[in-house]
């Protein structure tokens, strides 16, 4: 064993990318198991098949890698593959008592791998809410896997994934074939590997197309995009989380169009506007007179969706009442309209859930069923806030834009200029691509308006965008225009430290730029640097005729700025500076 946990630290460590990591790992974790297996009572009997490396921190997948045994390197799990996809059961276990679990698929019997505490994950196992869900157990028994080995990936105080090794033994069923000195070994594999595998980054996925439901695709989604694409084509329910207006119902779509229900309806629940006496009605139906007010009948959103696609969004809205009246549909795929008493219905729905609330949160807060947040953590999504894909903002201003633009029954094409990019990329987006589309039209607006109306071409200009983002807020209170000056800050802040731990340093005094980006910004939506200058209490130096110069020295120590942050390129604000002054 020491030598094998000599050969993986020097593996781990020459590895660059999280796939290279996995494939480390699962190399010595694989010959180990083989081993065992073949010096074991059921030697010649079995065979190891293959070992997966589950990477999900937080709220969402990150990585996700597959190796055969015996293969050279393990490989992403890709679109059109056969479906390697993890069991509710196995990562309900793994995450919330940190101990490895085995599976014996065909019988659904889930067994601990007791260590401190073992006593107390026993009793919880024991438990009648313990079993093997129907879907995974087909899906490994399809890829002929009777028994299952599941070790979490630990950090000091977390679980962040999990190492799943399958196998292929008839004659150990109903016995047992993980000795716990094996399962002790491959703990020890994976805890040696947990912080390489969080730490190292994905390797690039291969490009993938843009279409109409996903037109923009950034370098920071399209390694989440490709998970999302695998999760498509299977029929377990996917959660989709974050913030609000990121593009959860977006993505929803996009999933359904790429699953083998593609051809049927898509129906979408908003439980945001669906009060709590409500939502078994609406997700189940009612028969007319069901209760009072039911003056007609409701088929209900699973029955409206027969044969295609569910998406629940703001899950987390759902009343205990209708939580386990949805689990009961995950589980059984039979429900019961309201008021109908001529039996159940088959639900053959595939579901897709939103939200932008932490669901472990709520579990705690015991506002949201622990089994049916497991139920439907299966293949959790995370879609990153606007702010932090940052490189999509100009391809989705263009893509609004042509929108609006052919919305509007004008011809000829929209565009937006290079300094209006600018200006989007360097505001704040809370409302995320919600509010990016509801700013691309109020520019349009504004640039109408300029135009005296429809136009074949238009150009959205710094102005348009800058007023567009001006009537946020309804005018804000001051502690609002504080808190964008201290975000603004602390993106400064944040470079700082980027370059202190590259052995650089950022000058503070490059911060006095910030008189300019007040000025500049003023002069843009005023259309005149003497109206800045005079908005900004600072008339005497029109007065004076120094405004000139006076501008262009404030600009200057912008344009120090932008090339200090690594911006090439005009400044925001060169083509206000009069290019004949001397």
Known sequence: MQDLLAT?????????????????????????????????????????????????PGDGYRGLVVMEFGAAAARPIEAGTPAHLPSASAWRWV???????????????????????????????????????????????????????VVPLRLPGSVIGMISLEADCQAAIGRPFWGPEMLGALQLLADV???????????????????????VLGAKMAGLVQMARVFAEQEETILLGGPTGAGKSRIAR??????????????????????DELQMGELFGWKKGAFSGAVTENPGAVARADGGTLFIDEIDKLSLKA?????????????????DGSGERRADVRFLVGTNADLGAAVLAG???????????????????????????????????????????????????PLAERALIAARWPGNLRQLDNIIRRAYALALVEHGGATSEITLEARHVERALGYEGGGGAKDSAFASIRRAAEAVVDEAERREAAGEVLDLDLAEAFRGVVLGTAARRRSSKEAAFRLLGKAGVVQNRNHQKAFRREIEKVNALVRALGQDGAGPFDDLVEKDET
């Open 193 to 215: 590997a947990a912080p390489h595998l969080a730490a190292l980054p994905m390797a690039p996925p291969p490009a993938a197309p843009a279409d109409e439901l996903l037109p």
């Open 8 to 56: 993986l630290c020097a593996s781990l460590l020459a590895a660059r990318t999280f796939e290279g990591a996995a494939g480390a790992t699962l190399a010595p974790m694989l010959g180990r198991a083989a081993e065992a297996l073949g010096a074991g009572r059921h030697a010649g009997r079995g065979r190891i098949l293959r070992g997966m490396v589950h990477l999900r």
């Open 254 to 275: 996009w999933c359904h169009a790429r699953s083998r229900r593609k051809g049927k309806r898509f129906e979408a629940l908003d439980l945001m506007t669906v009060p």
């Open 95 to 149: 995450a919330t008592y940190g101990c490895a679990v085995t599976i014996d698929v065909t019988l659904g019997k889930v067994e601990p791998h007791l260590g401190e505490g073992g006593v107390v994950v026993r009793e919880k196992l024991a438990g009648p809410d313990v079993t093997f869900g129907r879907e995974s157990a087909a899906r490994l028994l399809e890829r002929a896997a009777t028994h299952l080995a």
């Open 323 to 339: 939580q386990a009246g949805l689990l009961q549909v995950l589980e059984e795929r039979r429900y019961r309209a309201l008021g």
């Open 367 to 417: 506002k949201f069923r622990e089994d049916l947040y497991y139920r439907i953590n299966v293949l959790p999504v995370k879609l990153l806030p606007l702010d932090e894909r940052a490189d999509e903002i100009p391809q989705w201003a263009h893509y609004m834009l042509q929108r609006r633009h052919a919305e509007s029954a004008a011809e000829g094409r929209a565009r937006v200029a």
